[in-house]
């Protein structure tokens, strides 16, 4: 009871949208394209096809990440390559599709990128320089497919990893995992192939499986995206997980705010119960295995591991200590398995093209590629998705297009509220694990802020210290209290009115903070500030009461 | 019980197998500062008071939260150590009043104790003042979340140990507090009186309405019914003033009910208290003694047929009471009409 004929078939499909008979016209549906505008250029499709009586399928598809670019629709002509139009107004539809679709003029001027191939001087989408240092993993299908489809993903090779692995024993898929070199991508960069292998040992059953779909970051929205715009690239490494491991009861915990990913989720599990990936007996294997939808209410707390868990259990999400780790005594006190959404989608992948494909990506201890949201003071916005190793720089200057209006580039903020911010000396670093680590900064789940000369540091570090101090949970001293006490203090600087001394009660207060906490949330709280003030102190010093230092000098 | 052994401070101390370091040092007399650590209760480690350093382990883990194992090497204090503690007592207190000598945890407070020990003795960090309204509807106890640590004792306690669950605490971060289902007043909230998260807590956060200090503690069993909770009645001047439950007593392991707890210095000395039987004598009740009431009882049972009698029980007697007189009831009365108050 394969897969194989519903895939052949698939593919017939796919091929009717890439070599169509009639137009094929993609729109760009996720929640940033919506928030730029793109239902009213749907409505606008629809009214324009009407007008000029146009015979054409309309799509919608994720989300390419190119935010700069939103609205983004994507029109493929028989015969022609797909050509994507950037900013597309309401206002110039009704223009481009007559141009196009009746008269044969591709409009470079409102185009992108033509995909795969230059295209009468629309340049290649894949050769401009936002796409072309990137390589698409876990975004694989993100933008190019319509995620409501479940025959489009099965026709980019969809669920052959999962099938892959049903021939395979689960030791030899853990093992295969292990080889690809991946780590969790949630942040901590924990090494997947042994947290499975742990989960897997522990006889105690059931076990359970957990997506990790919190994405409380301010301003990451990576896993939105990808569960936006290609569901069940996440619904099948889930999949392999729980197989491998013998799990038999599976949790997506997402956060309410993200309505139209819940939608689509929701979507791709009934596209697997229908098709027998979900449920009693899967595809005949005798492995059974079911996907739970469980909603967050907006803590970014609950993203922690053992207070998400705490969460599903119905009960007040706060952290606890590890030992025991989840894989030993998870929800309801069974042997549980957490990624997050991003590692995920790696896994079909490895399965698919083998671990030796995927591990030639990234560098000695960091494998594989990582997405990241660039975002702030740099030209070209969006969603990205790059070899881990690759440097601040190039990630900035050849794909971001530098820093708007000409301006310096201050710092790089990494890691999101728990990260640091790098000054320009450390613009070479490499992005992973280890060395954003050792400049005092994380990966984090994929944040990427850039400062430019007009940026305070102060300011800076005060807003993701008062995020964090607003999500502390509460339940021990140092960081309840202990955020609230370095956020009075630093806003003594930032009103100019700082103590001298006080540069070291944040540097000291800051380092108990780390050191004594619960959870990852306090152990990491002080990092903006800790790191500005490494970086950044002569800011501080500006920030000292004047009166002060001359009481001092008088002394 | 498997037990083992493991070093704190460089002395060898043997624990037993599901002792945490915290349990493991307490029991061999090493105290390390403790606050949310109440050993009824499973585990937490909210307070952080109880770090401790462990070879090859990573950090500083809380000793209340991690399991003591064969061969551990455990350090509960160091220059590093004393300063982070340190440091977290001081952020508690930055949010914590400092009028100790009018509060009513006074003198018994774990807080005091911990900065005592630690040698706390000024303020650097910039207090903040708080003035949460002081529940007192509960006619045995005051809620005054101004003292608050939020340790979570008393939600825990009204979870794990009485399944109760009146309280918990709302809200996030530093704006987290002690509350009832939807904000009610105790009195007014699913709360027994119990009083069992007042003994718990800490501080002086939850403190008796009228407690004065007892001179004299007697141990001794609860009056108030067939369970047999063990106490400590305390005195002072010749009363009872106070009122504890015995740890050591199996039946009860040292919690109370409402009653046990607050309801017996009341009624032991109150005026209208019955101090030996009455007999009713031309229309009114007389104070006798033992001998003549038990006689008349028994002159006057004699008097009716088995089916004339009905006996009612008390669940303020013991169980081997209650099974004495239903048996006095069926054999000697010769009915089967024995019923039960089944409330106190
Ligand atoms: C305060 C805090 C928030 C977190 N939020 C998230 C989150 O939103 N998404 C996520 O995947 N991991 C988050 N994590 C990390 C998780 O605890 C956990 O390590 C991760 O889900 C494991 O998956 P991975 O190994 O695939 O990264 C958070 C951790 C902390 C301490
Ligand atoms: S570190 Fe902060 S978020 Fe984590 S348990 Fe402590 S108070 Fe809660
Ligand atoms: S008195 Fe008893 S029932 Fe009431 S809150 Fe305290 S523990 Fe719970
Ligand atoms: S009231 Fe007492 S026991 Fe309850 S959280 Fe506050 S300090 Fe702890
Ligand atoms: S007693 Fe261990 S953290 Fe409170």
Same mark, same amino acid.
């Given at each position: 009871?394969?897969?194989?004929?519903?895939?052949?078939?698939?593919?017939?499909?796919?091929?009717?949208?890439?070599?169509?008979?009639?137009?094929?016209?993609?729109?760009?549906?996720?929640?940033?394209?919506?928030?730029?505008?793109?239902?009213?250029?749907?409505?606008?499709?629809?009214?324009?096809?009407?007008?000029?009586?146009?015979?054409?399928?309309?799509?919608?598809?994720?989300?390419?990440?190119?935010?700069?670019?939103?609205?983004?629709?994507?029109?493929?002509?028989?015969?022609?390559?797909?050509?994507?139009?950037?900013?597309?107004?309401?206002?110039? *539809?009704?223009?481009?599709?007559?141009?196009? =679709?009746?008269?044969?003029?591709?409009?470079?001027?409102?185009?992108?990128?033509?995909?795969?191939?230059?295209?009468?001087?629309?340049?290649? $989408?894949?050769?401009?320089?936002?796409?072309?240092?990137?390589?698409?993993?876990?975004?694989?299908?993100?933008?190019?497919?319509?995620?409501?489809?479940?025959?489009?993903?099965?026709?980019?090779?969809?669920?052959?990893?999962?099938? #892959?692995?049903?021939?395979?024993?689960?030791?030899?898929?853990?093992?295969?995992?292990? #080889?690809?070199?991946?780590?969790?991508?949630?942040?901590?960069?924990?090494?997947?192939?042994?947290?499975?292998?742990?989960?897997?040992?522990?006889?105690?059953?059931?076990?359970?499986?957990?997506? &990790?779909?919190?994405?409380?970051?301010?301003?990451?929205?990576?896993?939105?995206?990808?569960?936006?715009?290609?569901?069940?690239?996440? $619904?099948?490494?889930?999949?392999?997980?729980?197989?491998?491991?013998?799990?038999?009861?599976?949790?997506?915990?997402?956060?309410?705010?993200?309505?139209?990913?819940?939608?689509? /989720?929701?979507?791709?599990?009934?596209?697997?119960?229908?098709?027998? /990936?979900?449920?009693? &007996?899967?595809?005949?294997?005798?492995?059974?295995?079911?996907?739970?939808?469980?909603?967050?209410?907006?803590?970014?707390?609950?993203?922690?591991?053992?207070?998400?868990?705490?969460?599903?259990?119905?009960?007040?999400?706060?952290?606890?200590?590890?030992?025991?780790?989840?894989?030993?005594?998870? $929800?309801?006190?069974?042997?549980?398995? =957490?990624?997050?959404?991003?590692?995920?989608?790696?896994?079909?992948?490895?399965?698919?093209?083998?671990?030796?494909?995927?591990?030639?990506?990234?560098?000695?201890?960091?494998?594989?590629?990582?997405?990241?949201?660039?975002?702030?003071?740099?030209?070209?916005?969006?969603?990205?998705? *790059?070899?881990?190793?690759?440097? /601040?720089? #190039?990630?900035?200057?050849?794909?971001?297009?530098? *820093?708007?209006?000409?301006?310096?580039?201050?710092?790089?903020?990494?890691?999101?509220?728990?990260?640091?911010?790098?000054?320009?000396?450390?613009?070479? $670093?490499?992005?992973?694990?280890?060395?954003?680590?050792?400049?005092?900064?994380?990966?984090?789940?994929?944040?990427? =802020?850039?400062?430019?000369?007009?940026?305070?540091?102060?300011?800076?570090?005060?807003?993701?210290?008062?995020?964090?101090?607003?999500?502390?949970?509460? #339940?021990?001293?140092?960081?309840?209290?202990?955020?609230?006490?370095?956020?009075?203090?630093?806003?003594?600087?930032?009103?100019?009115?700082?103590?001298?001394?006080?540069?070291?009660?944040?540097?000291?207060?800051?380092?108990?903070?780390?050191?004594?906490?619960?959870?990852?949330?306090?152990?990491?709280?002080?990092?903006?500030?800790?790191?500005?003030?490494?970086?950044?102190?002569?800011?501080?010093?500006?920030?000292?009461?004047?009166?002060?230092?001359?009481?001092?000098?008088?002394? | 019980?498997?037990?083992?052994?493991?070093?704190?401070?460089?002395?060898?101390?043997?624990? %037993?197998?599901?002792?945490?370091?915290? +349990?493991?040092?307490?029991?061999?007399?090493?105290?390390?500062?403790?606050?949310?650590?109440?050993?009824?209760?499973?585990?937490?480690?909210?307070?952080?008071?109880?770090?401790?350093?462990?070879?090859?382990?990573?950090?500083?883990?809380?000793?209340?939260?991690?399991?003591?194992?064969?061969?551990?090497?455990?350090?509960?204090?160091?220059?590093?150590?004393?300063?982070?503690?340190?440091?977290?007592?001081?952020?508690?207190?930055?949010?914590?009043?400092?009028?100790?000598?009018?509060?009513?945890?006074? +003198?018994?407070?774990?807080?005091?104790?911990?900065?005592?020990?630690? %040698?706390?003795?000024?303020?650097?960090?910039?207090?903040?003042?708080?003035?949460?309204?002081?529940?007192?509807?509960?006619?045995?106890?005051?809620?005054?979340?101004?003292?608050?640590?939020?340790?979570?004792?008393?939600?825990?306690?009204?979870?794990?140990?009485?399944?109760?669950?009146?309280?918990?605490?709302?809200?996030?971060?530093?704006?987290?507090?002690?509350?009832?289902?939807?904000?009610?007043?105790?009195?007014?909230?699913?709360?027994?009186?119990?009083?069992?998260?007042?003994?718990?807590?800490?501080?002086?956060?939850?403190?008796?309405?009228?407690?004065?200090?007892?001179?004299?503690?007697?141990?001794?069993?609860?009056?108030?019914?067939?369970?047999?909770?063990?106490?400590?009645?305390?005195?002072?001047?010749?009363?009872?003033?106070?009122?504890?439950?015995?740890?050591?007593?199996?039946?009860?392991?040292?919690?109370?009910?409402?009653?046990?707890?607050?309801?017996?210095?009341?009624?032991?000395?109150?005026?209208?208290?019955?101090?030996?039987?009455?007999?009713?004598?031309?229309?009114?009740?007389?104070?006798?003694?033992?001998?003549?009431?038990?006689?008349?009882?028994?002159?006057?049972?004699?008097?009716?047929?088995?089916?004339?009698?009905?006996?009612?029980?008390?669940?303020?007697?013991?169980?081997?009471?209650?099974?004495?007189?239903?048996?006095?009831?069926?054999?000697?009365?010769?009915?089967?009409?024995?019923?039960?108050?089944?409330?106190?």
């Amino acid at each position: 009871m394969g897969l194989n004929s519903l895939r052949k078939e698939s593919i017939h499909e796919w091929n009717e949208v890439l070599n169509p008979s009639r137009p094929q016209i993609f729109v760009g549906m996720s929640t940033c394209g919506e928030a730029s505008g793109v239902v009213a250029v749907n409505k606008a499709i629809q009214d324009g096809l009407e007008e000029h009586g146009i015979d054409a399928v309309v799509n919608k598809t994720g989300c390419l990440g190119i935010c700069y670019c939103e609205p983004l629709v994507d029109i493929i002509k028989p015969g022609k390559p797909r050509i994507s139009y950037r900013s597309v107004e309401k206002t110039n *539809v009704s223009g481009l599709l007559k141009d196009y =679709i009746l008269d044969d003029n591709p409009r470079p001027d409102l185009a992108l990128g033509a995909w795969g191939q230059e295209f009468k001087g629309i340049p290649d $989408l894949f050769e401009l320089d936002f796409m072309k240092f990137q390589v698409r993993i876990a975004l694989r299908n993100a933008g190019v497919i319509n995620p409501e489809n479940f025959s489009h993903y099965l026709a980019r090779g969809g669920y052959q990893g999962f099938e #892959k692995a049903l021939d395979m024993d689960p030791e030899e898929i853990i093992a295969e995992i292990e #080889k690809a070199g991946l780590r969790g991508r949630g942040g901590a960069g924990f090494p997947t192939g042994m947290k499975w292998k742990l989960c897997r040992k522990s006889r105690n059953f059931p076990k359970y499986l957990i997506c &990790n779909a919190d994405e409380g970051d301010p301003g990451a929205f990576m896993d939105r995206s990808l569960l936006e715009s290609d569901p069940h690239s996440v $619904l099948e490494g889930m999949l392999i997980g729980a197989y491998a491991i013998g799990c038999s009861r599976g949790f997506i915990y997402i956060r309410a705010e993200y309505p139209l990913a819940i939608k689509r /989720l929701k979507i791709a599990l009934e596209h697997m119960k229908r098709h027998h /990936l979900l449920g009693e &007996n899967i595809l005949g294997s005798g492995f059974s295995f079911d996907i739970e939808i469980r909603e967050g209410a907006g803590a970014f707390v609950c993203g922690e591991e053992t207070a998400l868990m705490k969460s599903i259990e119905g009960q007040r999400g706060t952290p606890y200590s590890r030992p025991p780790f989840p894989a030993q005594a998870g $929800l309801w006190g069974k042997p549980t398995n =957490i990624n997050n959404v991003e590692t995920w989608a790696n896994v079909p992948v490895i399965l698919e093209k083998g671990a030796g494909w995927f591990n030639r990506h990234g560098t000695e201890k960091s494998k594989g590629t990582k997405t990241f949201a660039l975002a702030g003071k740099v030209n070209n916005t969006g969603l990205i998705e *790059v070899p881990m190793g690759m440097t /601040l720089e #190039k990630i900035v200057y050849a794909i971001g297009g530098g *820093v708007c209006d000409g301006k310096e580039l201050k710092a790089v903020q990494t890691g999101g509220p728990a990260g640091g911010c790098l000054p320009l000396a450390k613009l070479g $670093l490499t992005v992973d694990y280890e060395s954003l680590a050792e400049a005092g900064s994380i990966m984090g789940s994929g944040g990427m =802020i850039v400062l430019d000369e007009d940026d305070s540091m102060l300011e800076t570090a005060r807003y993701f210290l008062a995020f964090i101090q607003e999500e502390s949970c509460g #339940k021990c001293v140092p960081c309840r209290t202990g955020t609230r006490q370095m956020l009075a203090i630093l806003d003594t600087f930032i009103k100019g009115r700082g103590k001298p001394q006080d540069i070291e009660t944040l540097l000291s207060l800051g380092d108990s903070i780390k050191k004594t906490s619960l959870c990852g949330l306090g152990q990491a709280a002080p990092n903006p500030v800790l790191t500005t003030i490494n970086y950044f102190r002569g800011e501080y010093e500006k920030g000292i009461n004047p009166k002060l230092l001359r009481a001092k000098a008088h002394q | 019980m498997e037990t083992f052994k493991l070093k704190i401070d460089d002395r060898q101390i043997n624990a %037993g197998g599901g002792d945490t370091v915290l +349990q493991a040092a307490l029991k061999a007399g090493i105290y390390i500062p403790n606050l949310c650590y109440d050993p009824r209760l499973a585990p937490y480690g909210g307070c952080r008071m109880c770090i401790v350093e462990i070879e090859g382990t990573r950090g500083f883990p809380a000793a209340c939260t991690t399991r003591a194992s064969d061969g551990m090497v455990v350090k509960t204090y160091g220059p590093q150590l004393d300063r982070l503690r340190l440091d977290t007592l001081e952020l508690l207190l930055s949010d914590h009043p400092t009028d100790c000598l009018t509060c009513p945890g006074n +003198q018994r407070c774990e807080l005091q104790k911990v900065a005592s020990f630690l %040698g706390y003795n000024q303020r650097s960090l910039k207090p903040r003042k708080s003035d949460h309204p002081i529940d007192d509807s509960n006619p045995f106890f005051n809620l005054d979340r101004n003292y608050c640590v939020l340790c979570a004792r008393c939600v825990r306690t009204c979870d794990e140990v009485t399944g109760i669950n009146a309280i918990e605490l709302i809200n996030r971060g530093d704006e987290s507090r002690v509350s009832t289902f939807a904000g009610s007043r105790l009195a007014e909230s699913e709360c027994r009186s119990c009083g069992e998260c007042m003994v718990s807590c800490p501080v002086g956060a939850i403190h008796a309405k009228n407690s004065p200090v007892a001179t004299e503690e007697t141990a001794t069993i609860c009056p108030y019914c067939g369970v047999g909770c063990g106490i400590y009645l305390g005195t002072r001047q010749g009363k009872i003033v106070s009122v504890r439950g015995n740890e050591a007593s199996p039946s009860n392991r040292g919690s109370l009910c409402v009653k046990g707890r607050f309801g017996i210095n009341e009624f032991v000395h109150h005026s209208e208290r019955l101090k030996s039987p009455r007999v009713k004598k031309e229309g009114g009740f007389e104070s006798a003694e033992w001998e003549e009431a038990l006689r008349i009882a028994g002159d006057k049972l004699s008097g009716y047929k088995p089916e004339e009698v009905a006996v009612i029980a008390s669940a303020k007697a013991t169980n081997e009471d209650n099974y004495v007189l239903q048996k006095f009831t069926r054999a000697v009365l010769g009915t089967n009409n024995i019923d039960h108050c089944a409330r106190l």
